[in-house]
């Protein structure tokens, strides 16, 4: 495609510029009109057609509203700016322009009929000087005025033809003209685009040889430092992130190669941000966007000679140091001490923290690649305890590593591949020693690596898009088995299922629970949902807060698990449908150092809310008794019964409760 000034297309100059022709014509081409609309008229009243002048008035507002449009286009200064011309007004002359051919046609098909001799000559010869003249005046516009030769002339050649009193000659006559008439404004429209091509092309030819030759003298006039100058530019920006003005990821890689070998170790470290991601989802990218910067300028501040920091990609950031451990960690707590103060992000205070991987040269690889990809490890490995700002890269990390990948990708088929089931462990009532619920655990029994640990599995089921389909998978087999379970004295216990912060926030997950219940047939009161202290957390309040709504509606119970080791909030305690918590085992196994006063604030609290509360982790007698004396309502552990894969209920009397009960008997337990 030929193109003009600046690159652009020539044939859109073209087109602007027939635009501004078109209207620049207006002016003529609308007294033409009114004149011929007041000589046809003035014919046709003398013929005795009084009501002619109704198609005059609107032939005259017609041509008031086009000569309105033109002044305004005119005001715009859209005649001479250079700025493309709106499609508004592109659609504005097409309609007025088939408007009023559809007037001219209005006239021919309403009113030739009872026109004769000389006046039917007369009118004739008027939409053909019409038609003659828009050749010309609309020789700019393409369509429109082929579409309005055709409105003045087409209608009357039918008439002619077919309507009597017929004259064919008249009829053949008006379709000579419109064919005469379009090939002219063909020839006019080519002849006028060509022209303005022609000129646009030699104006962009010009303006190219004037910047060209400016260029030239410019680049002449010390081209050396010129070119020196524009190589180092791009050289730097080549290397440099946008956003935060730091290093970037290509720099990094050239100094890792141009650092190693020195007389100190290379010191590489890895870091990302703590809650990053809640701080983007929440606030949106911009305000993402402002933490990395400020994060960065505060890094870079902080960094001694010798001392390098860059952009690794997303909220991640690698930092170069040489010397021993104690170094990386002195640099690190100098980082983490320059974040202590919050950063304000659209008109709050976010408080951020980092963590990182570290790899030393010589002891944990000795190219680049190999100490990145280590501090990588490390880093992983670090999210993964959930603990620490900083851990040193392992050798076992890798194969570590590759086992959490080879269990990632083998999780997805592991329903489908039978190796999964349910094992069942009983809550009891410490008052009657019934056997209130039972708590579906989700077992994996894997081909290559045996049982695999469930806390080992679950996170990389919640990392991966599997969570929904799984949890689904496992509340619909526990609802099943419950609907099979016997009574203990005419007593059927409730089955208790884990669910996820991930499978809360699906805007699916209560229907996809109606359906599950409803399929197997357990009522709703028989269920309880466990969920973790996330729940608690801002950043998921409003949809959870729906879903648990929602859930506790449906006559599902609401049961905190782990209460106390995570986000504790005792208003939105209080503002969720809560029914039971569940105390950690951590503080039951620390009752005899110094754990009871906690468990004691749990039972208070509860017993505030009128929450029933659960001691989990229950592994001796002792246990048991002093959390009977401390209030706690029901009990669940070892000393109870091991999770099983049981499928029937007995009656069985705790010796320390001498009170009759039932607890779950039936297949072997299970460690």
């Not at 033109?70 to 709106?86: K, T, Y």
């Not at 017929?166 to 006019?188: E, K, Q, R, S, W």
């Not at 959870?544 to 005792?570: C, N, P």
Request: proline share 5%; glycine share 8%; hydrophobic share 50%.
């Amino acid at each position: 495609m030929k193109t003009g000034l600046e690159g652009a297309p020539i044939t859109y100059t073209v087109q602007k510029e027939l635009l501004r022709q078109a209207y620049r014509h207006q002016p003529g081409s609308i007294m033409v009109a009114i004149a011929a609309a007041t000589g046809v008229s003035l014919l046709a009243h003398h013929a005795g057609l009084p009501s002619i002048w109704i198609w005059f008035a609107f032939m005259a507002i017609m041509s008031l509203i086009r000569m309105f449009a033109h002044l305004r286009f005119v005001r715009l200064g859209l005649m001479r700016c250079e700025d493309p011309v709106p499609d508004a007004w592109r659609i504005w002359i097409a309609v007025t322009q088939v408007a009023s051919g559809v007037l001219w046609g209005l006239l021919a098909v309403v009113w030739s009929t009872q026109m004769h001799g000389e006046v039917r000559y007369a009118t004739l010869i008027v939409l053909s000087a019409l038609a003659g003249g828009a050749t010309g005046v609309l020789a700019p516009l393409r369509t429109p005025a082929r579409l309005f030769i055709g409105l003045v002339l087409l209608p009357p050649a039918v008439i002619f033809f077919l309507q009597p009193p017929t004259d064919p000659v008249l009829g053949f006559l008006a379709v000579v003209f419109f064919c005469v008439m379009i090939f002219a404004h063909h020839n006019n429209h080519l002849a006028m685009r060509e022209a303005l091509l022609l000129r646009a092309e030699n104006s962009g030819l010009i303006d190219r040889l004037v910047r060209r030759t400016r260029e030239s003298e410019a680049l002449n006039h010390n081209l050396e430092e010129i070119v020196l100058a524009r190589t180092s530019a791009l050289e730097q920006m080549s290397q440099t992130d946008t956003l935060t003005g730091l290093p970037n990821r290509r720099w990094l890689l050239r100094e890792l190669e141009a650092r190693r070998g020195g007389e100190e170790p290379l010191v590489v470290m890895l870091l990302d941000l703590v809650r990053f991601k809640q701080i983007n989802n929440r606030l949106g990218h911009e305000a993402g966007d402002i933490v990395l910067s400020a994060v960065a300028e505060r890094i870079r501040v902080v960094l001694a000679p010798g001392q390098a920091v860059a952009r690794w990609g997303g909220d991640e950031f690698v930092l170069l140091t040489f010397g021993a451990d104690m170094g990386a960690k002195q640099l690190l707590q100098s980082i983490r001490k320059s974040l202590a103060v919050p950063i304000e992000v659209c008109g709050e205070l976010q408080q951020i923290d980092i963590r990182a991987g570290v790899a030393v040269e010589g002891l944990h690889g000795d190219s680049g690649s190999e100490l990145l990809g280590a501090a990588d490890l490390a880093l992983t490995e670090l999210k993964r305890l959930g603990r620490g700002y900083f851990l040193f890269y392992r050798k076992e990390l890798a194969s570590r590593q590759r086992r959490r990948m080879d269990l990632a990708f083998d999780v997805l088929s592991a329903g489908d591949n039978n190796e999964l089931r349910l094992a069942y462990q009983p809550v009891v009532s410490v008052k009657d020693g019934r056997v209130e619920s039972l708590e579906a655990l989700l077992r994996w029994s894997h081909p290559r690596f045996g049982n695999v640990p469930p806390e080992e599995f679950i996170p990389l089921v919640e990392e991966s898009a599997a969570i929904n389909t799984l949890g689904a998978w496992v509340l619909n087999r526990a609802c099943s088995d419950a609907m099979r379970w016997q009574a203990g004295e005419g007593r059927l216990p409730g089955v208790a299922v884990n669910v996820s912060v991930i499978q809360l926030r699906d805007p699916l997950f209560v229907q996809r629970v109606a359906d599950i219940l409803s399929q197997t047939g357990l009522p709703p009161s028989r269920l309880d949902l466990e969920v973790t202290e996330t729940v608690f957390e801002p950043d998921n309040a409003e949809r959870i807060s729906l879903s648990l709504a929602a859930l506790s509606a449906m006559g599902i119970h609401i049961h905190v698990d782990d209460f106390g080791t995570g986000y504790s909030s005792l208003s939105r305690l209080h503002a969720l449908p809560i029914d039971a918590i569940k105390i950690d085992r951590s503080f039951v196994a620390g009752l005899d150092t110094g754990a009871t006063a906690i468990i004691e604030g749990a039972i208070l609290i509860a017993r505030r809310f009128g929450l029933t509360t659960i001691a989990e982790g229950v592994e001796t007698l002792s246990q048991a008794a002093a959390l009977h004396r401390l209030g706690v309502d029901r009990l669940q552990g070892y000393f109870i019964c091991h999770p099983q894969a049981a499928a029937r209920l007995m009656p069985v009397a705790p010796d320390w409760l001498e009170l009759p009960g039932s607890l779950l008997v039936g297949a072997p337990q299970e460690n």
